[in-house]
Nanobody, 123 residues
Framework: QVQLAESGGGLVQPGGSLRLSCAASGRTSPAIVMGWFRQAPGKEREFVAVGSWSSGSTYYSDSVQGRFTVSRDIPNNAGILQMDSLKPEDTAVYYC????????????????WGQGTQVTVSS
């Protein structure tokens, strides 16, 4: 089992930045693929970004490409989602999710999910 704990959400003005952290505990290993998703009110959950802890490969949705960056915080065994140039349409509850593996393009479901953290972009 892997437990995920998210932190870092909050209120930020348009154009600002936030850094989300997703700390992993339990039976973790470098062979982790961590995905980030978000769900805005009245909308379905959507994919944001994904990163492989072992290879460092990353992939982003078109809506966040060039503004968001995923990385790994090795000392704290956590995944990071750095969000820059935030827009009001980025407002949502953000979730991290994890699965064992190396390939960020495989379609296996994510069995482990964080509790979600609210990100609000507003002036």
């Amino acid at each position: 089992q892997v437990q995920l704990a998210e932190s870092g959400g909050g209120l930020v003005q348009p154009g600002g930045s936030l850094r989300l952290s997703c700390a992993a505990s339990g039976r973790t290993s470098p062979a982790i693929v961590m995905g980030w998703f978000r769900q805005a009110p009245g909308k379905e959950r959507e994919f944001v970004a994904v990163g492989s802890w072992s290879s460092g490969s990353t992939y982003y949705s078109d809506s966040v490409q060039g503004r968001f960056t995923v990385s790994r915080d090795i000392p704290n065994n956590a995944g990071i989602l750095q969000m820059d140039s935030l827009k009001p349409e980025d407002t949502a509850v953000y979730y991290c999710a994890a699965k064992r593996g190396f390939n960020i393009y495989d379609t296996d479901p994510y069995p482990y999910w964080g509790q979600g953290t609210q990100v609000t972009v507003s002036s």
